[in-house]
C-alpha cells in the first residue's frame, strides 16, 4: 500500500525519487519502508545501485518546515512560551546577518505559536528561536535523534547533520528553526515524530517486529508540552491548515508539511525550482497509533509539501487503519 501511493505521487509530480516511512506509534516498530525508484529482485535487467538503495536510511535532505514543531517545543521546554504567546511575524521579512527570511508570500502580523505552526511561519519561529540559547534548540534536537543513526540496524544508515552550536551564529539558528543548516533522512524524521506521537517518549526504531518483547521507552520531554504542541499539529490539518490534504474520513490527523529548496551550485536559488516536498503524520489523534512520514525529491508538478506528499500520507493512513481494525 505504501508502496504503490508512493510511486503514483512519484509519477504525477514527475518527481525524482521519493521514501516513506510507517511506524507503530506505541513500540517503534517500522511496519512498512518504500521508495522510489525502486527495482523488482526477481527481474535482475532492472538492477542498478541508483534503484537499489534504500533511500529512506541512507538519504539526507533539509527538511524545511517539518523541524518547525521541534523549535515550538523549545520555547514550551524553556517556560518562557506557551502555545498562546503571541509573536510579531513583522511585515512578513525579517533581515538576520544580511540574509533575508521571507513568508511564503504572506504577512500573519501579531499571531500566537499556535498559529505560527498552523500557517507554518518562517518568521516566527525564526524570532521564537533567536529569543532562546543556541544550546537548547540543539539539544532538543538531539533529544529527537537527529545528527545520529536511528540504530534500526539496517546497513548503509546514515546518522545526518546537525553542526554543534558552538559555530552558530544568529543566521545559523533562524536557520535551523525552519528546517536549514541540518541533515536528516525519512527514517530519522518518522522517528521523531514518533516522539511526539508517544507524548514525550522516544521509543527505539525496530525494522523488526517485536512480538511480545517491547522495549521500554525513554521519556524526552515533558508530556503536557508534548500535548499542547499537538493539539497546534492537530490545526495543520484542518481545513484551514498548510496540511488539509491528509485529512482521513473517520479519524482526526496530526502533523506537518514541509517544502525545501534543495541547494545547487550556487545555494538556494529559488528561481531553480528544485525542492523536498514533505509531509509527516500521526493518527488517530489525540493518542495516535500510526506515524507516517513522506518525502518526494523534486518534483515537477507542483513542489509543496501539502500539495504533493500530504494526499499520499492520507490514501496511506486510510489503507492501514481499515486493516489495522479488521
Do not use: C
Not at 511506524?23 to 525508484?37: C, M, N, W
Not at 527538511?63 to 502555545?83: D, H, N, Q
Not at 544580511?98 to 505559536?113: D, F, Q, T, V
Not at 527514517?187 to 518483547?213: C, D, F, R
Request: proline residues 5%; hydrophobic residues 40%; glycine residues 10%.
Amino acid at each position: 500500500l505504501a508502496y504503490h501511493a508512493l510511486k503514483k505521487a512519484v509519477e504525477k509530480s514527475k518527481a525524482k525519487a521519493g521514501s516513506i516511512v510507517v511506524i507503530k506509534s506505541k513500540t517503534g516498530e517500522v511496519l512498512a519502508i518504500a521508495d522510489v525508484p525502486s527495482y523488482n529482485p526477481n527481474n535482475r535487467r532492472d538492477y542498478s545501485p541508483e534503484r537499489s538503495r534504500n533511500r529512506a536510511a541512507t538519504d539526507t535532505f533539509e527538511p524545511g518546515s517539518t523541524i518547525k514543531p521541534f523549535s515550538a517545543l523549545e520555547a514550551l521546554e524553556s517556560g518562557k512560551y506557551t502555545m498562546d504567546t503571541v509573536v510579531d511575524t513583522l511585515d512578513g521579512q525579517l533581515n538576520v546577518d544580511g540574509y533575508i527570511i521571507k513568508e511564503h508570500g504572506k504577512k500573519y502580523g501579531r499571531i500566537p505559536l499556535s498559529e505560527i505552526i498552523k500557517k507554518s511561519s518562517n518568521v516566527g519561529i525564526a524570532r521564537v528561536a533567536m529569543s532562546l540559547p543556541p544550546n537548547d534548540l540543539f539539544s532538543v534536537l538531539r533529544r529527537f535523534g537527529f545528527g545520529a543513526s536511528t540504530f534500526s540496524g539496517f546497513p548503509g544508515e546514515v546518522g545526518g547533520r546537525l553542526v554543534a552550536p558552538d559555530v552558530w551564529k544568529d543566521a545559523n539558528v533562524a536557520a535551523l528553526s525552519f528546517g536549514y543548516g541540518i541533515a536528516t533522512t525519512t527514517l530519522q524524521l518518522a522517528q521523531a515524530y514518533n516522539v511526539l506521537a508517544s507524548h514525550g517518549v522516544k521509543h527505539p526504531t525496530s525494522l523488526l517486529a517485536l512480538n511480545e518483547v517491547v522495549p521500554e521507552g525513554e521519556e524526552v520531554f515533558n508530556h503536557d508540552n508534548v500535548d499542547a504542541l499537538m493539539s497546534a499539529l492537530h490545526e495543520v490539518v484542518t481545513a484551514s491548515g498548510t496540511g488539509r490534504r491528509a485529512r482521513v474520513d473517520g479519524y482526526l490527523v496530526a502533523g506537518k508539511t514541509g517544502t525545501a529548496y534543495i541547494a545547487g551550485s550556487k545555494g538556494y536559488d529559488e528561481h531553480a525550482r528544485h525542492y523536498m516536498a514533505s509531509f509527516v503524520g500521526m493518527l488517530p489523534y489525540p493518542d495516535p497509533e500510526l506515524v507516517i512520514a513522506v518525502v518526494i525529491r523534486d518534483p515537477v508538478n507542483g513542489h509543496y509539501g501539502g500539495q504533493i506528499a500530504a494526499p499520499v500520507f492520507a490514501k496511506v493512513a486510510s489503507g492501514i487503519m481499515r486493516f489495522m481494525e479488521d
